[in-house]
């Protein structure tokens, strides 16, 4: 099992930044994958962005490229995505992934994200 500890949502106002933290603990070492979703009021759930712990190799949203980049630190087992150029409709509970390497998918309990002046 993977436990994750989503941080660093708040409010911002347009064109703000902020950087999410994405902590993992127990079996960290069959992740292969974390990330990020996000989820609007009234909308469905959404890719936001993901990073691969080996090598690095980082997917983004249309939506978000561009403005957001995905980052990780293996030795403290955290993942970080920096929000640049943040949008109201940016707007959302974010949510971190981990996904090991049979493919389940680990959930963090998420973080609220607002841009509003």
């Known amino acids: 099992q993977v436990q994750l500890v989503d941080a660093g949502g708040g409010l911002v106002q347009p064109g703000g930044s902020l950087r999410l933290s994405c902590a993992a603990s127990?079996?960290?070492?069959?992740?292969?994958?974390m990330g990020w979703f996000r989820q609007a009021p009234g909308k469905e759930r959404e890719f936001v962005a993901r990073i691969r712990l080996s090598g690095g190799t980082t997917y983004y949203a249309d939506a978000v490229k561009g403005r957001f980049t995905a980052s990780r630190d293996n030795a403290k087992n955290t993942a970080y995505l920096q929000m640049n150029s943040l949008k109201p409709e940016d707007t959302a509970v974010y949510f971190c992934?981990?996904?090991?390497?049979?493919?389940?998918?680990?959930w963090g309990q998420g973080t609220q994200v607002t841009v509003s002046s």
């Open positions: 127990g079996r960290t070492f069959s992740i292969d994958t």
């Open positions: 992934t981990a996904d090991d390497l049979k493919q389940s998918r680990y």
